[in-house]
């Protein structure tokens, strides 16, 4: 089966990255995803599961009548599980142009900030290749250091992933 | 040009003429001396629009001359035509350049959609007319739709498009009026003028989807053939009183269509699937809000007033599903013409028998059909059917029959495609099977099983690839397409006799009759299509086969069992299997078991995709939404057997 190029990861120059974030907590480490991209915020709900996906992948649910699925991100970044508490939460994001919806599970949703330019700097390249398209770079606000998502990428990526694991 | 005084003094005078002539034709019952007149009067002036250059309108206010003492409707039509001529030497029409989408884009799409429907209908009626050279009923009627393309295209600036279907539209006319008589010579040319139409359409709609602006494709083939027809036959008075008794017929023929025609309104498919998609919704939030226990529990006014509403919602969707209900005739219908190609270039002679054209289906199901049945039908005609000689030697008639039927059974509809031909041969497909591997030796197979051989990928029989078939790529991927849409392909042979195709599909693609079974926590769908029954099963009807496999015996057959708790690497209730709920279902052609927990109920569901993260998962056909809101997985029941297969 041909898996055509992954989608590009955006542009990175800082002016394309400055602009508005959702941020939220995973373990101790705090995340930002373009607001633009985000769709909706709703508390945990049923999750139904799908077999033969990967282990980030936790399954579906019902957003009004859409079928969307639904991704851990603790577990895509290979963090270990934690248990779910009232703050956890789903963000509903847009990608692949707006044409698909996803939800991400997050330990809790902080806030949204305006992120300058100037703020953002390039993520240091850890040498694992893949793992650093997911990041749009590392926003210095106040003492803490956000790390900006491509959430696209984090998305779409698991798309080939999963495609991958059933052509297995 | 020195001429053009003499054009427009002509022009003027012959405009006067037709003006006058029209009045009095269009009277029905006009002061017939005045008409012959008048129509001398044109013959004249023909002359002199000849010597002024004017050959188009010479040409056609001769031919109008000439009608002098036919019906009405004759004279009306070379009215017409002499009318046009006259409009368009007003504007010359350019040489054909590179077409370019100035017109309104809505006014192209609509066009596109508008001729298509009209070649569609020519072409059927072209068929009946070489079965049936005299009916002048499909005459008119093809004269109409050219008539009409005609001037859509000239309306659109299309000049090649117009051009070609003038031509065969006065080819017609010559026809309509006995001039000329049905031949199969003229009906290939009226199929090559379609044809031409066809692509240009399909070109046309093209650049508006944004392919580089290209010229019209040459229609200089096309109007040589036109005008050797017209040229070939001179003589008219034998058939003038045919023509005269059937000129009256047309004109009520058109007055009735056109009030059948404002019955129907034209609808955006994209319009009509969100209706329909919206409607889905709604009685998925009214199920819910019914089935909320909390809410309703006491309050019997309200559980009575949701039961009215769930009936409303049940009966608008209802409604809204069968807008997208199309006949299956139309699939029919192209295969009636892909048969009469066949026959032409193959030599063998086909009759094709239709049964059941206005059985409807959804019209995504109508689209994904078209391709496996062209296919199974070149088949038919391909390797199925013999030559005449053949057939004469077997004792059959020369005359070979392919079968096109199609009705409803039990909530899914059936479109059988049979001939009378060779039939399957059982040796011939298990010497194919063993050579490629596909079959060990001492395995018995039933009859059923070695026909369904044919659908393995990379199986032919075919000595020799012919460009029609025989590539052995054609019936693995035919039965994919049937399965993505929920069916399934039976096959019945008769080795002599002949060969039928039953393809099994679902009403619709969008709603599914579902069997909600439990495994543990989770609910998942069963499609009803494919159970055949439900039980609790006894421990002593349970078999291990090597420790692993088990099997169940059913009334003397052993099935294999397959507990969907493992499938889908899920926590069951129970691991007993007489605690559990056994449903026997097909897959491949074969029946197994399904072990679940429970049975919960049947509903009939609206099928959700998951999106393309999970696209091609084994097992896992869809989502839908269930009574309580939650997801269901709707089960795959080849995918869920077929690990079992190549296991």
Do not use: W
């Amino acid at each position: 089966m041909s898996i055509s190029a992954t989608t590009e990861p955006a542009v990175k120059s800082s002016e394309s990255r400055a602009g508005k974030y959702l941020t939220f907590r995973l373990g101790r480490e705090e995340f930002g995803i373009r607001v633009m991209q985000v769709r909706e915020i709703m508390g945990l709900l049923e999750i139904t599961p799908v077999p033969h996906t990967p282990e980030h992948v936790k399954g579906v649910i019902n957003l009004r009548g859409k079928v969307i699925p639904v991704v851990c991100l603790r577990s895509k970044f290979s963090l270990s599980p934690a248990e779910y508490t009232a703050r956890t939460s789903i963000i509903v994001v847009q990608v692949d142009g707006g044409k698909m919806l996803a939800g991400v599970i997050v330990d809790a949703v902080s806030e949204v900030l305006n992120v300058a330019a100037a703020d953002i700097e390039d993520a240091p390249d850890f040498g694992s290749g893949a793992e650093t398209s997911y990041l749009l770079g590392m926003a210095k606000i106040k003492d803490s250091i956000k790390i900006l998502l491509d959430i696209d990428q984090v998305v779409m990526a698991s798309e080939l992933a999963a495609l991958q694991t059933s052509a297995a | 040009m020195s001429k053009s005084s003499d054009s427009g003094t002509v022009r003027e005078t012959l405009s006067k003429a037709v003006d006058e002539l029209a009045t009095q034709a269009m009277l029905g019952d006009g002061d017939q001396q005045q008409i012959g007149a008048l129509l001398a009067q044109l013959g004249k002036l023909a002359a002199q629009a000849d010597s002024a250059g004017l050959h188009d309108i010479g040409l056609a206010a001769r031919e109008l001359s000439a009608e002098s003492g036919s019906a009405n409707d004759a004279v009306l039509a070379g009215l017409e035509r002499l009318q046009e001529a006259l409009q368009r030497s007003e504007k010359p029409v350019p040489a054909a350049p590179p077409t370019s989408i100035a017109a309104d884009r809505e006014l192209l799409s609509d066009f596109i959609v508008e001729s298509r429907d009209h070649l569609s209908s020519i072409e059927a009626n072209v068929l009946t007319l070489e079965q049936n050279p005299s009916q002048l009923d499909a005459v008119h009627t093809i004269f109409r739709g050219f008539h009409t393309i005609k001037g859509l295209a000239g309306f659109l600036e299309l000049p090649a498009m117009q051009q070609s279907a003038h031509e065969v539209e006065s080819l017609l006319d010559r026809v309509r009026n006995g001039t000329i008589t049905v031949t199969p010579a003229l009906i290939d040319v009226v199929l090559a003028g379609a044809d031409y139409l066809k692509a240009e359409v399909t070109r046309v709609e093209g650049l508006l989807g944004g392919a580089a602006p290209t010229e019209p494709a040459s229609n200089a083939a096309l109007l040589a053939k036109v005008h050797d027809l017209m040229e070939g036959k001179a003589a008219k008075a034998s058939e003038v009183s045919v023509a005269e008794v059937t000129a009256a017929a047309p004109a009520a023929e058109a007055r009735k269509s056109d009030a059948t025609e404002s019955r129907l309104v034209k609808v955006d498919t994209a319009k009509l699937d969100f209706l329909v998609d919206m409607v889905g919704e709604i009685v998925i939030a009214q199920s819910m809000i019914r089935h909320d226990g909390q809410l309703v529990s006491g309050h019997a006014k309200l559980q009575r007033n949701l039961a009215h509403l769930s009936r409303i919602t049940g009966e608008v969707q209802k409604t809204a599903m069968s807008m997208r209900m199309v006949p299956v005739g139309q699939l029919f219908q192209k295969s009636a013409r892909l048969i009469r190609d066949l026959t032409r270039k193959s030599g063998k002679k086909i009759e094709l028998d239709l049964v059941g054209e206005e059985t409807e289906l959804d019209r995504t199901i109508v689209d994904e059909l078209a391709d496996p049945m062209m296919h199974m039908i070149r088949n038919a005609a391909d390797h199925g059917i013999e030559s005449p000689e053949d057939r004469v030697k077997a004792g059959k008639s020369p005359v070979a029959r392919i079968g096109l039927k199609a009705y409803h059974q039990a909530g899914y509809i059936a479109v059988e495609i049979s001939d009378d031909g060779r039939g399957l041969s059982r040796e011939k497909l298990l010497a194919k099977a063993r050579e490629r591997g596909l079959v060990q030796d001492g395995a018995s197979l039933s009859d059923k099983d070695v026909f369904n051989l044919i659908f393995e990928p990379g199986f032919s029989t075919a000595e020799k690839v012919t460009d029609l078939s025989g590539r052995g790529v054609g019936m693995d991927v035919v039965r994919r397409q049937v399965q993505r849409m929920r069916g399934r392909v039976d096959i019945e042979s008769h080795l002599g006799r002949g060969t039928k195709f039953v393809i099994k599909l679902p009403l619709t693609l969008a709603i599914i009759d579902g069997l909600v079974v439990g495994v543990g926590e989770h609910r998942y769908i069963v499609p009803i299509f494919v159970v055949h029954e439900i039980f609790q099963p006894r421990p002593e009807t349970i078999f291990t086969v090597e420790g692993r496999k088990e099997m169940m015996l059913i009334r003397g057959s052993l099935l294999p069992v397959i507990r969907l708790y493992q499938r889908f690497n899920v926590q069951p209730r129970s691991t007993d299997l007489s605690e559990s709920v056994v449903v026997v279902a097909e897959a491949h052609g074969k029946r197994f078991c399904l072990v679940v927990d429970e049975l919960i109920g049947k509903h009939e569901v609206v099928i959700k995709t998951l999106g393309a993260m999970f696209k091609d998962l084994p097992g896992v056909a869809g989502g839908a939404i269930l009574g309580d809101g939650r997801v269901g997985l709707i089960v795959d029941m080849d995918g869920v057997f077929g690990e079992l297969a190549h296991a």
